[in-house]
């Protein structure tokens, strides 16, 4: 079945390190999006991609950094220059259509 | 500057009631979703609006859109526990980014 795959679930990350998200989807979706989400604040854009090999800042983009090599794969990483970094990730594609599938998350804790 | 916003932001409500709640947003859209969410849990796809009028609906679930007010309803008929989860609506505007912006959601809590 087609999807989007998001792993880990759970993150655990170390003052000070690096940690990356995999997003990998089979939708042949053009379209990428990396959003953030805090308890009471919604979804907020991280970095957004329309198309192989570009991508675009969304509105808290500081501290992240994405690739986006394959069409299938979105990763998402978190540097150290992000101060508060624990929260739920929420990977998602588009592709034809109205539509807007969502993976299934990964929550990262900062310990 | 897109901006979406929807109240409330937690609703208490006991089964058999109804309730109404609002998206509204600042610039022209193209189309309008909601979504459900669990806790812990994705968000599940409940609706796209895509034109001034469109309603649509979905077991206990309503949505409509009006594109000249810039507001978006969700309206709850005669709530259950199942529908215990938070709502969003998110917003796309024109102009081809094709980007969603989301509200800060709805937190819906229905008693017994």
């Known amino acids: 079945d087609g999807g989007i795959t998001q792993s880990p679930k759970y993150l655990f990350r170390k003052e000070g390190q690096n940690v990356t998200l995999s997003c990998e989807q089979n939708l042949n979706h053009d379209a990428m999006y990396w959003y953030r989400q805090d308890p009471g604040q919604g979804l907020r854009l991280i970095y957004y991609s329309q198309i192989v090999n570009d991508f675009q800042k969304g509105d808290i983009a500081e501290g992240y950094s994405v690739s986006r090599e394959k069409k299938e794969s979105f990763p998402l990483t978190v540097t150290s220059a992000q101060k508060n970094p624990t929260a739920f990730y929420l990977c998602a594609s588009a592709g034809g259509g109205y539509g807007y599938t969502f993976g299934s998350g990964t929550r990262l804790t900062v310990v | 500057e897109l901006k979406v916003e929807q109240n409330p932001l937690f609703l208490s409500m006991q089964e058999g009631k109804n309730y109404t709640i609002y998206c509204n947003y600042s610039?022209?859209?193209?189309?309008l979703y909601w979504y459900r969410q669990d806790p812990g849990k994705s968000l599940e796809s409940l609706f796209v609006l895509l034109s001034n009028g469109a309603v649509k609906q979905e077991g206990r679930l309503m949505a409509s859109l009006d594109t000249k007010a810039r507001l978006s309803t969700l309206h709850i008929t005669a709530a259950v526990h199942d529908l215990s989860a938070t709502y969003f609506c998110?917003?796309?505007?024109?102009?081809?980014?094709?980007?969603?912006?989301f509200g800060r959601g709805t937190s819906l809590i229905v008693h017994p």
């Open positions: 610039t022209t859209s193209d189309r």
């Open positions: 998110a917003v796309v505007s024109g102009g081809g980014s094709y980007i969603p912006t």
